[in-house]
């Protein structure tokens, strides 16, 4: 069993759409969480951390669900710049393979 | 502020040659990494370190090598390339280990054939 599990997609959403990205993870000690953003060919760089009361940034917004060991990404009013790979990455605070990053998902905003 | 930058962009190698990816960062971060990323799967760690000095072993080290003599440096020594470490290296950087930012750097585009 994966880590980190992630819907590869793609998601195909129009402009003004909201969508919604889900991610499991299989360590309950998980400890810190965290949402990537990495564009076509680039590195992956922050977009969100995830705390567990929850917490939003302008038009997205991201959940931590604990007893059901999932994280979740909310894009309100999908912009063409959303267009990339949203990497889900949980942290398990033990030896050295403490952060495992999921595979992404792919979200493509379509005019 | 460069952040981590990376030598080289590309490369292509013949089996059985070796060579070294450059990574330096410039934000005074301890913690640096290496990942590699293949089509279809997540990032990997292959070795970290927490300063100068200090290296570990990640997921997948076989086949690589690292060395942390300053704080802004963190080469990774490929021996013997083989196919399978046909791969996009990136390396990260950042402040703490557990709950901090991992700042990225551009990538290295290694083939091995």
Known sequence: RKEVEQD?????VPEGATVAFNCTYSNSASQSFFWYRQDCRKEPKLLMSVYSSGNEDGRFTAQLNRASQYISLLIRDSKLSDSATYLCVVNYQTGANNLFFGTGTRLTVIP | NAGVTQTPKFRILKIGQSMTLQCTQDMNHNYMYWYRQ????GLKLIYYSVGAGITD???????????????????LRLELAAPSQTSVYFCASSYGRDFYEQYFGPGTRLTVT
Not at chain 1, 8 to 12: E, I, L, Q, V
Not at chain 2, 38 to 41: A, E, K, R, Y
Not at chain 2, 57 to 75: A, H, I, L, Q
């Open chain 2, 38 to 41: 293949d089509p279809g799967m």
């Open chain 2, 57 to 75: 072993k990640g997921e997948v080290p076989n086949g690589y090598n690292v060395s942390r003599s300053t704080t802004e440096d963190f080469p």
């Open chain 1, 8 to 12: 590869p997609g793609p998601f195909n």
